[in-house]
């Protein structure tokens, strides 16, 4: 279960937040400067809220008012951003291990198995990130942060920087991450065809306030 | 070219005295330069300036001032012989401190920009992955910045073989001790029959300088390739 209750001023733009999600995809849903990728950066502890509370089940990750605030590398919270952001020094088994490394949890073969298979990636394991198409890097940068086994997966557009027939290519991956990964996710987008296909639950953000909450009727309410 | 073994001994403490400056001021090199580009703090402006401040002055003035706080009576240069056992005017490692000083400015600027040039977007994938701030540092900064750094240390270490302003007036020109290249070519110009000699110094130092700003130009290149993940 994810709470969040927080809100926060960014120069003229002022974000305010508050739901609750069990579901195992929430989306977020909004337009374009809706406040959707602060919001999933202060879930992921990379922007702190003004005032407010953000909790994953009974721990709490902030807590402005009992000065609390998990670092992003103690949250166990997995991000996959718009522009993949795998580190270009690095080959695709390096960054695949990278999380397993920096947590220190052993080494898990039979999951690195299963997800590379799951993602099609077992074939560019020696490429460099420079050598890999942008469908591909994208679903390196999913591979990475699901074995850094995340209790709480972040999405924030990752389809947003493909063309329409990559977005074909990868929206069947992220539906078979929601069926067999079993970690809870929130997925940003602004595109409500993709969030019908995936989303169990939405939360709709306008202008940075939360309109409506709610199943994926919501979209056609809204 | 026939080099004497005076000739021999002065190249060789050149390249030992900037072997050794660069060594010991590249670890306080990118701490200083990664404040620098990534921390915002008070006296920032004024940590930057004391960095440059070697690069403006006339090197016999920062010569002199390491005199007066290093040498056999200054306030530094009395605790370290005394505590410590370490005297370093007059000898090799003075020369070593005054180099190191003098090439701070040119071995700190391309870590600097080398750090910054590092995507902050990286550093925050590494921390949503788990890794505490010192490892980001470790395994995506330091790696993403290396080519920046050897470009640094290549250019503080031509520096410090021609440094000649603050070495001499603070290690003086002692053959074996502290005589390096710079000295013995000036040394060698003011004798009779110094010139060819000179010149052969000379033109180790031009050969010097050309390696390292070649080696240079390569470390830049790399970094830019490195930073596009070919």
Same mark, same amino acid.
């Given at each position: 279960m994810l709470r969040v209750d927080v809100s926060k001023r960014l120069g003229e733009f002022s974000l305010s937040a508050s739901f609750v999600s069990e579901g195992r995809v929430t989306g977020l849903f909004?337009? #374009?400067?809706?406040g959707k990728t602060s919001l999933v950066n202060m879930i992921a502890g990379l922007l702190r809220p003004d005032r407010g509370v953000i909790a994953i089940d009974d721990e709490t990750l902030d807590d402005t008012a009992a000065r609390i605030h998990v670092p992003p590398h103690r949250r166990r919270i997995g991000y996959v951003f718009q522009d993949a952001? $795998? @580190?270009?020094? +690095?080959d695709v088994r390096q960054n695949l291990d990278y999380g397993r490394r920096m947590n220190r949890l052993t080494e898990d073969p039979a999951a690195r198995t299963r997800i590379t298979e799951m993602l099609d990636i #077992?074939? $560019?394991?020696?490429?460099? !990130?420079?050598? +890999?198409s942008g469908g591909e890097r994208q679903r390196v940068a999913l591979g990475r942060a699901l074995l850094s086994k995340p209790r709480l997966l972040l999405l924030d557009e !990752? $389809?947003? #920087? +493909?063309d329409e027939g990559r977005r074909a290519e990868i929206l069947p991956y992220l539906i078979r991450l929601r069926d067999e990964a079993n970690v809870p996710m929130v997925y940003v987008s602004h595109d409500a065809a993709e969030m019908r296909q995936l989303a169990t639950q939405i939360v709709l953000l306008r202008g940075g306030q939360v309109t409506a909450l709610g199943g994926v009727k919501v979209l056609t309410a809204g | 070219m026939e080099m004497s073994p005076a000739e021999w001994t002065a190249i060789l403490l050149s390249l030992r005295v900037a072997a050794v400056a660069t060594v010991v001021a590249t670890p306080l090199g990118i701490a200083l330069a990664w404040l620098l580009a990534r921390r915002d703090f008070w006296g920032k402006s004024a940590l930057d300036a004391a960095i440059h401040l070697p690069l403006v002055l006339p090197p016999v003035v920062t010569g002199y001032l390491l005199l007066l706080s @290093?040498?056999?009576?200054g306030p530094i240069g009395s605790f370290l012989a005394d505590h410590l056992g370490i005297v370093l005017a007059f000898r090799w490692t003075g020369a070593a401190l005054a180099c190191g000083v003098m090439s701070f400015p040119l071995l700190v600027r391309p870590i600097r920009l080398s750090i910054e040039a590092v995507d902050q977007r990286l550093e925050q994938a590494s921390a949503t992955l788990g890794a505490a701030p010192w490892q980001v540092f470790a395994t995506v900064t330091l790696p993403l910045a290396l080519p920046g750094i050897l470009a640094g240390m290549v250019l503080g270490f031509a520096k410090a073989i021609g440094e000649f302003g603050a070495t001499i007036t603070f290690v003086?020109?002692? !053959?074996?001790? %502290?005589? %390096?290249i710079s000295s013995a070519i000036y040394s060698l110009i003011q004798t009779p029959d110094g010139d060819s000699a000179a010149l052969r110094l000379v033109a180790i130092s031009i050969v010097i300088a050309t390696s390292a700003l070649i080696a240079s130009e390569w470390f830049a290149r790399r970094a830019t390739q490195r930073l596009h993940g070919n």
């Open positions: 909004g337009a #374009s400067g809706a952001r $795998l @580190f270009p020094h +690095l #077992s074939h $560019l394991m020696d490429r460099r !990130p420079g050598k +890999l !990752p $389809l947003g #920087s +493909l | @290093f040498g056999r009576h003086s020109n002692i !053959p074996g001790e %502290t005589q %390096t």
